[in-house]
């Protein structure tokens, strides 16, 4: 998703986007990083570089962190943790270093103010976060704080639910844009089909959430309700949107439909109980993009292997004129299904190696 993020961000406001493995680094002032958390749909977290440069120790290390004015960042008052992330380091305990980092902090704090923060490592209202390779090193203070997928919408999960901002991630490489009909036959808690809506409605991701930034010493209130304001003002006036879900668990038709409610965008959507192996296309010509079920839920191989035949059936005979994208961590899918895809992408769901498969649906054989 780098590019896909990176793009994002210039649409943003975001200069200078370099992808790298995993992320994107990009320039701009504090208003910029509080406008990022508010609008990126793609974005797990944002966090702003404090210090950087090579190390040898974990005394190295100890040394720049002592060397950052953090009370100058942040009150006393505020609880902190620190994690620590090493790729290639040479150091034999990344446990010790981030106990390090977190003296150093501390005696910052008592050298200046004769008092120390306490520690959370639950819910910190500070969170420090140190990446360490093979010699440099790179500590961030995290503006995000609970990631940024938890939009503060979902009020019921699906049994596998799929992270938001891989949703939308989704939706942006299958190429889906609000004028085209949007399906998701196997919609579980409706993830996508929400996406989706708070895209076409232009509706800020982050608009119901609160954020790590706001903990910090250069937090303007005043700035930020302009940002929130300016983006409540853009938002569109919900209406029917050409997007359909559907799934044959009654209990996941219902909790869509709360998960819809909670975030406004109810009435927009059509939800129907439907097994999509027995379903018609509701309407001539869309995209279905979909997290198909898979692993223990449907017991064994061969009853996978029979439902995922049985999809590329129902989408040859009853989807002419559709594309349809699925995201499937199952090596066995794309062999299983029966029909040829025309573009694979590799993802990553959490931990999970996946691939999205994009299959373009012509009338007549498709195999």
Known sequence: ????????????????????????????DMVLAWKVNLWSRLGIRVLWQVIEGRYRTEDDLFEAAMSVDWPGLFDVTRSIAVTTVGKSSPLKSLNFVTLRIK????????????????VDTHEPQVHLTLFLAEERFTLYLDLSGT????????????????????AAGLLKLAGWTPNIPLYDPMMGGGTILLEAALIALNIAPGLKRHFAFENLANFD?????RLR?????????????????????????RAAGLNLKAAGVFDCVRLMEADFLNVDPPT?????????PYGVRLGSEDDL???????????????????????????????????????????????????????????GSNR
Not at 235 to 240: F, Y
Not at 284 to 292: A, D, M, R
Request: with cysteine; charged share 20%.
């Open 147 to 166: 990631p940024l997928n938890r939009r503060g919408y979902r009020v019921e999960a699906a049994a596998a639910p799929l992270n938001e901002n891989l």
């Open 103 to 118: 003296d150093a902090v501390c005696d910052r704090f008592r050298a200046v103010c004769g008092e120390r923060p306490s």
């Open 1 to 28: 998703m780098e590019e896909q993020l990176a793009r994002e961000l210039a649409e943003i406001g975001a200069g200078d986007q370099m992808p790298a493995h995993g992320g994107v680094t990009f320039l701009g």
């Open 284 to 292: 001539e010509t869309g995209l279905i993009v979909s997290n198909p």
């Open 229 to 253: 304001k300016n983006a409540q003002a853009e938002a569109r006036e919900a209406h029917p949107l050409p997007i359909f879900g559907s799934d044959s668990d009654p209990l996941m038709v």
């Open 305 to 363: 292997a029979a439902f995922y035949h049985a999809i590329g059936d129902n989408l040859k005979q009853h989807f002419p004129g559709w594309t349809a994208c699925f995201i499937s961590g199952d090596p066995e899918f794309a062999r299983a299904i029966g029909l040829k895809a025309s573009r694979r992408t590799p993802l990553f769901n959490g931990p999970l190696e996946c691939r999205l498969f994009e299959y373009q649906l012509v009338a």
């Open 221 to 225: 209130m005043i700035e930020w309700q």
